[in-house]
Structure formats: structure tokens, C-alpha cells
């Protein structure tokens, strides 16, 4: 399968209902396993394109645009875009697909919002939803000055005359996926913007800077013990990406995931920052051998 099908499922928020887009890739039979891809905080689901078209040989892929990106329902109130609301959409999400578990590759966001549906627990002694979990490039400890970065350019109204425009945009604030060509940042680019008048620009809600920008060290301390404590109640197996050159996820922070919580295996990669793109077939492969063990 080269293209995904676009779906949606419903959702609930404080305000009623909103609609969560998912791109869908098939796998080889119908009850093959599922595996679920989340992409980074103001990314969406066709980050995932290359890795999925590899792992559809085996898994059913689906790949969530988180709500306010993508082609996702922007929510009413900012407040609603937070983690513990997205791990809410994920719930109804994983109703829809009619599995008991999952594979999960999560990217930053899409990695802490991994970490709470994995450390959700079913009654009776039933397993968790998550098989086997594959954090990239994040972990309960996150440094703030990478949150300030982002910060400097998240939400940001802006309109680009043309695609390469936007593209070449991106790319002054994404130093840390590493190196690309010209034709794999372009296709990591385009979904991320749809027309607008004679223009293009960004396709996700600006208003998923405010809970962002309310965070405060204190704040963020608080938060970190919280996933700290989420993160040492796992039992799946777990796989830790980081980029070497990583401002989000320090080594001493990924060294110590090693040795807490479920003991994630962890694979550096060298030339990278935030966050691995997970496109190239050496970055893919890390991905396959893991959840295939």
C-alpha cells in the first residue's frame, strides 16, 4: 500500500465532541496486529509515511493527527490541548480499532502521550494497551530550555507564498532532525500546510502555544515526577531513541531510563538532535528489529 485512507473518530472534550483524523494503512490480512505512530507537538500523522509503508508488510499502521493538527478539529478551548486530554483521544481511538493491544512508536509528544496510555492499567490483571513502546527522543525529564525553543516559534501566524517557501521555513527551525535531501524534507513538509487565499500556511490551530506557554519550571518540575513515576510503573518492553545531539532529552536523563521502570533499550544516533525523523532505512530498521524481537 503507497497511500493511506483518512478517518475519523469522535471524540470527547469538556465542550461536547471533536473529531480526531487517523490515516489508515493496511496491513497483510485483516486481523493483523496494529501499530499506532504519533507524531511531535505541531507535526501530524504523514510524519510516519516511510516508516509505515515498511511496517504495513506486517502491521495494520495508524497514524493519529493529534487534535488541532492536521486534519483534526481544532478544540474550543486551548486549555483542552494538553497530554492527559490527548491520551483521552487516544482511548476512544483504540475503541474504534477494536484491539485489545498495540504497538506504539511515539515522537516526542506522541511519545509521553505513549507513556500515559501504556501506564494505564486494565482490571482483573488484563495487560495494558501497549505491547511494545518505542519513545523517540523524549522522557520524563525534559529540558526547559529545549520548551523555550520550541516556544519561540510555536503558534506563530504565518503565510508562505508557496510550498518551498514553507518548507525552507521549517527547516531553519528543525536543525535537530538531522540531514535530509532536498526532495525527503519536501516530503516531510508538504502535509504539514494547506492553501490559504493566494498563500499557504500551517495546518494547526496557533492556539496550541497557550497551555505551552503557561509552563513554568515549577510547573514542569511537578510534571516530570508525575511521568517519572508513570514511566517506573511500566512493565512493556520499551525502546529509547535519541538523537546524540539531542536539547530535549539530555543522556544522563536516557541513562536513567535504562535503569528504571521497564529498563528501556536505548540507541543513540549520531548527527541528530530533536527529534529522529525515522525515515531513513537505518533509523527504520532500529524501529522493525525492536518490535519484531
Not at 488484563?126 to 523524549?138: A, C, E, K, T, Y
Not at 520550541?150 to 538531522?178: C, H, M, N, P, W
Amino acid at each position: 500500500m503507497t497511500q493511506p485512507d483518512l478517518r475519523f473518530v469522535n471524540c470527547l472534550d469538556a465542550t461536547g465532541l471533536h473529531r480526531m483524523a487517523y490515516w489508515e494503512w493496511a496491513g497483510p490480512s485483516a486481523d493483523a496486529p496494529v501499530l499506532v505512530c504519533v507524531h511531535g507537538l505541531s507535526r501530524q500523522g504523514r510524519d510516519f509515511d516511510a516508516l509505515a509503508r515498511v511496517m504495513s508488510s506486517r502491521y495494520r499502521v495508524v497514524c493519529p493527527d493529534v487534535a488541532g493538527r492536521g486534519r483534526s478539529d481544532w478544540l474550543r478551548q486551548p486549555g483542552g490541548y494538553a497530554i492527559p486530554a490527548y491520551v483521552s483521544d487516544m482511548i476512544a481511538l483504540l475503541a474504534r480499532l477494536d484491539v485489545e493491544q498495540v504497538d506504539w512508536v511515539g515522537t516526542s509528544m506522541g511519545g509521553l502521550i505513549g507513556l500515559g496510555v501504556a501506564s494505564l492499567r486494565g482490571a482483573e490483571g488484563r495487560p495494558g494497551f501497549i505491547r511494545r513502546l518505542v519513545l523517540n527522543d523524549v522522557g520524563p525529564a525534559i529540558r526547559f530550555e529545549a520548551l523555550q525553543r520550541i516556544g519561540s516559534y510555536l503558534g506563530k501566524v504565518q503565510r508562505f507564498t508557496s510550498l518551498a517557501e514553507g518548507a525552507a521555513y521549517l527547516r531553519t527551525i528543525s536543525d535537530g532532525f538531522g540531514p535530509h535531501t532536498e526532495a525527503e524534507w519536501l516530503a516531510l513538509s508538504e502535509p504539514l500546510f494547506q492553501q490559504d487565499g493566494d498563500g499557504w500556511r500551517l495546518r494547526y490551530d496557533p492556539a496550541i502555544a497557550v497551555p505551552f506557554g503557561a509552563v513554568t519550571p515549577e510547573l514542569a518540575a511537578v510534571g516530570e515526577a508525575a511521568l517519572w513515576a508513570a514511566y517506573d510503573a511500566l512493565t512493556c518492553p520499551t525502546l529509547l531513541i535519541r538523537g546524540a545531539d539531542s536539547d530535549l532529552l539530555s543522556a544522563e536523563t536516557a541513562r536513567a531510563m535504562t535503569q528504571r521502570g521497564p529498563g528501556a533499550r536505548l540507541v543513540e544516533l549520531p548527527g541528530v538532535g530533536h527529534a529522529p525523523t525515522l525515515i531513513h532505512d537505518d533509523q527504520i530498521a532500529i524501529v522493525r528489529d525492536f518490535l519484531s524481537s
